[in-house]
């Protein structure tokens, strides 16, 4: 549940992020302290709502697509 996750700042605010649905993803605690900014991942957010991490060691990882309307 989103109450349960962090905020994480695509752009750093300190390096002119904004807090903004554009720069920000919600993470479980897990993810954002200890993949993020203690193993190194990096999350780029793609305009149609997906995401793509890379890792330290040249992983890449996609996320699935966003769901679609089915015509009745």
């Known amino acids: 549940p989103a109450a349960w996750c962090d905020v994480h700042h695509l752009q750093h605010k300190k390096d002119g992020g904004k ?17 993020i900014h203690r ?17 330290p060691e040249g992983q890449v990882l996609h996320s699935h697509s966003p769901p679609t ?4």
Do not use: E, N
């Open 39 to 55: 193993r190194g991942w990096r999350l780029i957010l793609h305009p149609d709502g997906t995401t793509t991490a890379y890792g």
């Open 69 to 72: 309307t089915r015509a009745g």
């Open 19 to 35: 807090t903004a649905v554009t720069d920000c993803v919600l993470l479980c605690q897990f993810h954002h302290d200890i993949c």
